[in-house]
């Protein structure tokens, strides 16, 4: 609240203003006759008024400013308010025009060491964009950025050596600065390095033609300030702060040779190395191993996508070593994600030399993948764990972006790609840990289950409440409810079931309904309302025993054709359930505000439901890669369409 000494001064500059106001009128009083106009004013006056005039109207836009709110938020909001412009498109440079708005903002952000400590290495900025951000960060610790340049520009040589002048002011000036080093997947690592070698080799051959013997070495040094030697000087003697390392490519190979291994990492992520003979040597498991022991109690988070090790343990093994390391507890960890590693042996021997707590979240995925390989790493023995470590609430089942995938998220089990259910079936051979499990998600199968797969999962998993069904088959599940193997007896499993939730977005009605009830791997709406009909019915005849379905949720969108010859079918179901809720097309009476919010996401984006259901498990860097979909010779994912604007 303004104070009454502040309340008095407003009212003075108010009170001068309309003094000043006033005044002018009467000074620029003009007397007109018949012959002339004369003013009260010489010419020399009114110019010596009008800039008197200039000067308080800059006052008052300055005043102005000053009063606007956005100028009255205290520095740390302001701040905050640079932060989220700053990483907004991540690394980019566009929030630097806040320094051109005003004069206060300016020195504001000039001052806020902080806002220039996260370092884009790009081209275009080279060594005088460098500099600008060293002198601004004062003493704050480092964010490099190995920044992607807009797409289509060419490499020229100007450009790389425009890129290494960067890196070495970096390395010369600030390695022990730094605590962040991202290099963005899309940053042309491999081309600048393979360049840089090329470089290296034809210099080197020209010094052989050029030099006589006796002139000595030296007078054609052509490998002292490459790209690769300021590489290694960089990771094998630089960043004694370094807390987070994302590395791309080509790029690993040089932190795995340093022969010291950085301590007190945070996040440790590692993708798609392109093994070649000369990096063989260190990419092994060892090498890795060792970073991620000497960081065991600090990390946080390791992705290894991409990442083909050589088992050089099991060879040590073979060979009689009982040296071999114990395995490493990473008792901080929070997260761990494994991918495209094609060797599934020498995957399930490298998680075997790991120790995760049971809460974290685990992800592995890739081609041809094993479950029975990494189950023991994804889901640990209930028997060597205290119980509550690991409790799973709900399974996802799903069958998307051409890729098999086994995690551990938020108590949740995902299980995706193009296993068949024995494939993954003995993860779930452990009752003790399925005792909780209370909710399962169906999205589209590759390999769907018959009514024998149903049956036998539904003995695992016998506390379902809610079965959501987001564009799959549900007719043999709901059969697999009513029907025993032999399709006789009434045995009703999940006495706990209690809501259905299933959308559709592209079925047809064909055959009649009654036809529908023979043909049990139909995927028509009709006969799945049909079973759903039977199975409440049974429920509510056989009593307080088993529960009597409550709400079943059904959205069918506008591509689901001949929707409204299905209300008898619908009138049926009513009477056995405790509420029903179905919406089609545009009819959306019986949805709330959010439901309807969401049905327009799942209209605009086919992806939209299957990433809601993963909760943000998917592998980032699957979507990272952003491979295409006609590179299917390398088990490629395309998942350009997959990745736009969802998970980067």
């Not at 798609?272 to 990419?283: A, C, Y």
Request: charged share 25%; net charge negative; glycine share 4%.
């Amino acid at each position: 609240m303004p104070s009454k000494e502040g309340d008095a001064v407003d009212g003075v500059v108010l009170q001068i203003g309309a003094q000043f106001l006033n005044s002018v009128t009467a000074l620029t009083k003009v007397e007109e006759d018949d012959f002339s106009r004369k003013a009260s004013l010489s010419y020399a006056d009114v110019k010596h008024l009008q800039d008197q005039i200039a000067v308080a109207s800059l006052r008052l836009r300055y005043i102005e400013n000053v009063t606007r709110p956005i100028n009255r938020l205290p520095s740390a909001v302001l701040l905050k308010i640079f932060h989220i412009l700053q990483n907004s498109p991540p690394y980019s440079l566009q929030w630097v025009v806040v320094t051109r708005v005003c004069s206060q903002w300016r020195k504001f952000a000039l001052s806020a060491s902080a806002l220039w400590s996260s370092i884009p290495l790009r081209a275009k900025g080279g060594s005088t964009l460098i500099d600008l951000f060293l002198a601004r960060s004062g003493n704050t610790p480092l964010t490099i950025v190995f920044a992607q340049d807009p797409v289509g520009d060419n490499y020229s040589i100007t450009r790389v050596q425009s890129y290494l002048r960067g890196l070495r002011n970096i390395v010369n000036n600030a390695s022990d600065r730094i605590e962040r080093l991202v290099m963005e997947p899309q940053f042309p690592i491999d081309d600048l390095l393979r360049a840089d070698r090329l470089g290296q080799t034809l210099g080197q051959e020209l010094s052989r033609l050029l030099l006589s013997p006796s002139a000595g070495p030296g007078l054609l040094n052509t490998v002292s300030n490459t790209i690769e030697n300021t590489f290694l000087k960089l990771f094998s003697e630089s960043m004694p702060q370094a807390r987070h390392l994302e590395l791309w490519s080509e790029a690993v190979p040089y932190l795995l040779r340093r022969p010291d291994p950085l301590k007190h990492l945070t996040v440790l992520e590692l993708s798609q190395i392109k093994i070649e003979p000369s990096n063989m040597d260190s990419l092994v498991f060892s090498k890795v191993l060792a970073v991620l022991d000497a960081s065991r109690g600090s990390l946080r988070r390791i992705v290894l996508a991409g990442v083909e090790l050589r088992d050089d343990l099991h060879s040590q093994l073979a060979d009689g070593d009982s040296s071999l390391p114990l395995p490493i507890s990473l008792s901080s960890l929070e997260s761990i994600e494994i991918g495209d590693w094609e060797l599934q042996g020498s995957l399930a021997r490298f998680l075997q030399q790991l120790r995760v707590p049971p809460s974290a979240s685990k992800c592995i995925w890739g081609t041809r993948l094993a479950p029975t390989a990494i189950g023991p790493f994804i889901l640990p023995s209930s028997e060597s764990d205290s119980p509550g470590n690991h409790v799973i609430s709900r399974i996802v089942l799903s069958s998307t972006a051409r890729t098999d995938m086994v995690a551990f998220h938020k108590d949740s089990l995902y299980i995706n790609g193009s296993l068949s259910f024995e494939d993954y079936s003995p993860l779930l051979n452990d009752l003790s840990q399925f005792q909780s499990v209370h909710e399962l998600v169906l999205t589209p199968l590759l390999t769907p289950f018959t009514v024998e797969d149903w049956t036998h999962l539904f003995r695992l998993l016998p506390n379902i409440r809610k079965i959501k069904v987001r564009d799959a088959e549900t007719s043999r599940l709901v059969r697999a409810l009513l029907k025993d193997t032999d399709g006789n007896e009434i045995h009703l499993p999940l006495p706990h079931l209690v809501e259905f939730d299933i959308k559709y977005s592209i079925c047809e009605i064909g055959e009649p309904w009654k036809e529908l009830l023979e043909n049990e791997s139909t995927t028509e709406v009709s006969s799945m309302v049909i079973f759903l009909t039977l199975l409440a019915r049974e429920r509510a005849q056989v009593g307080a025993s088993f529960g009597r379905l409550g709400r079943i949720h059904l959205r069918l969108d506008s591509r689901v054709s001949d929707f409204h010859d299905m209300a008898p079918l619908l009138g049926d179901l009513r009477p056995w359930i405790s509420r029903l809720d179905c919406s089609y097309g545009d009819d959306s009476y019986s949805l709330t505000v959010e439901e309807r919010a969401e049905r327009k996401k799942e209209e605009k984006d086919e992806w939209y439901l299957v990433l809601k259901e993963f909760d943000g498990i998917w592998p980032t860097k699957a979507v990272y890669f952003l491979r295409s979909p006609s590179d299917s010779s390398s088990g490629n994912f395309g998942l350009k369409s997959f990745a736009s604007g969802h998970l980067a």
